[in-house]
């Protein structure tokens, strides 16, 4: 049987390379693929639905991926999946590169490619942190999102609250009842603390 398993992090599904399309790839190549999917940021470790997946696979069973970096995180890992998959007789066809196989070549590229995408990986990562470091010898940089409404608008919203329900007040001014809540928390804990 063919399996498919397609990923995405917040940084692929921007690239445009999101689940929709990792699918369409796979079933253009395998009609009959049963696909799964995994949204899921790189950094963490839990994977349930590849997991799932690998316990899945049996002899003579295919698991296709779009890249190599779709399915593991480092080179270890991916030697690691990928050597179990081979000792089970599953083969394992990365689209970008080509039907992985079982041998000494085999393994050798499958080793090379791995430490490429990991470099690729860290290469980002070190280039994000190198931004946010820079970002921030800057006075007027705040991290995180920016605020959506100004102190007055939460204020007038506050007052209105005295007098109307949290959904009239939500309609009246367009902060939403959890923006609301936050600031009335916020508002008491600090007169609490005078």
Request: hydrophobic residues 35%; without cysteine.
């Amino acid at each position: 049987m063919f399996y498919g398993y397609v990923r995405v992090s917040t940084k692929n599904q921007l690239e445009g390379f999101g689940l929709e399309a990792q699918k369409n790839e796979i079933l253009e190549k395998y009609p009959n693929a049963k696909i799964l999917e995994e949204q899921f940021t790189g950094a963490k470790l839990d994977r349930p639905i590849l997991n799932e997946l690998l316990n899945t696979l049996k002899e003579n069973d295919t698991l296709i991926v779009t890249k190599l970096d779709r399915l593991a995180r480092n080179t270890v890992e991916g030697i690691q999946i990928i050597e179990g998959l081979f000792a089970k007789g599953v083969s394992v066809h990365v689209l970008n590169v080509g039907l992985l196989e079982n041998t000494t070549m085999g393994k050798f590229f499958l080793t090379t490619l791995l430490a490429v995408a990991e470099m690729e990986r860290n290469i980002i990562i070190e280039r994000t942190q190198s931004g946010k470091e820079l970002a921030k010898q800057d006075p007027n940089f705040k991290e995180g999102r920016p605020k959506i409404y100004k102190s007055k608008q939460i204020n007038h919203a506050l007052e209105l609250l005295k007098t109307h329900t949290y959904r009239q007040v939500t309609e009246m001014t367009g902060v939403s009842k959890s923006t609301l809540i936050r600031a009335k928390n916020k508002k008491n804990l600090n007169s609490k603390n005078f």
